[in-house]
Nanobody, 129 residues
Framework: QVQLVESGGGLVQAGGSLRLSCVAS????????MGWFRQAPGKEREFVAA????????YYADSVKGRFTISRDNAKNTVFLQMNSLKPEDTATYYC??????????????????????WGQGTQVTVSS
């Protein structure tokens, strides 16, 4: 089992920045691809960003490209989401997710929520206008 705990959410004005963190514990010796998803009230969960184990590849939703950056520190079992130029429409609960590891999920599928096996509890991000 892998446990994921997100932190770093909060209230910020439009144009501001936040940095989310997700710390993994448990069976962290596996090479997991990691992703960030978000869900706003009344909406479906949507893909935000993903990163492969080696951090050699990153993927972003069109809505956040150029504003958000995903990164990871495998030595600390942590993945980050730097969010800049935040907009009110970025308001949502942000979830960290890990796949089953060992590259079983093709990189082309890392935007799909059903590619991920482990999920965190989420952290709330609210952007005021």
């Amino acid at each position: 089992q892998v446990q994921l705990v997100e932190s770093g959410g909060g209230l910020v004005q439009a144009g501001g920045s936040l940095r989310l963190s997700c710390v993994a514990s448990g069976r962290t010796f596996r090479p997991y691809a990691m992703g960030w998803f978000r869900q706003a009230p009344g909406k479906e969960r949507e893909f935000v960003a993903a990163i492969t184990w080696s951090a050699g590849s990153t993927y972003y939703a069109d809505s956040v490209k150029g504003r958000f950056t995903i990164s990871r520190d495998n030595a600390k079992n942590t993945v980050f989401l730097q969010m800049n130029s935040l907009k009110p429409e970025d308001t949502a609960t942000y979830y960290c997710a890990a796949d089953r590891g060992w590259g079983v999920i093709a990189n082309s599928n890392l935007h799909r929520s059903n590619s991920y096996y482990y999920w965190g509890q989420g952290t709330q991000v609210t952007v005021s206008s």
